[in-house]
């Protein structure tokens, strides 16, 4: 897991305070901002939908199907709309072939040898 780009535990660990006890620790605001624009997601618009979170707070959420049961699963990108596809084909026998996407599925392509 990333860390974020400020560590507010490290910073109470390693405060010095007349009771020597690390508190209390000042936070700043640019600290703050820091560790806020790190964890905000950048994606597409379309992929984020607004919710509420914790507490009632607003919200944004990743907009990704569910995994459908069984089998191998790829996510796709079909028409601007993410769904799950089974997975790679079997390689076709014989011959050269490349993995491409046909209409939003993959599919192998026959091909000439380099």
Not at 18 to 35: F, I, T
Not at 83 to 96: F, L
């Amino acid at each position: 897991m990333a860390s974020l780009p400020v560590d507010f535990e490290a910073k109470a660990r390693d405060a010095k305070s007349a009771s020597g006890g690390g508190y209390p620790v000042q936070l700043s605001a640019a600290d703050l901002m820091k560790n806020f624009v790190y964890a905000t997601l950048d994606a597409d618009a379309s992929l984020i939908e607004e919710t509420t979170g914790q507490g009632g707070h607003k919200a944004r959420k990743l907009k990704i199907p569910a995994v459908p049961g069984g089998g191998t699963k790829n996510l796709t990108a079909s028409n601007g709309a993410l769904d799950w596809t089974d997975g790679i084909p079997a390689v076709p026998g014989g011959g050269t072939h490349v993995l491409g996407a046909v209409d939003g599925a993959l599919t192998w392509i026959a091909t000439e040898e380099c």
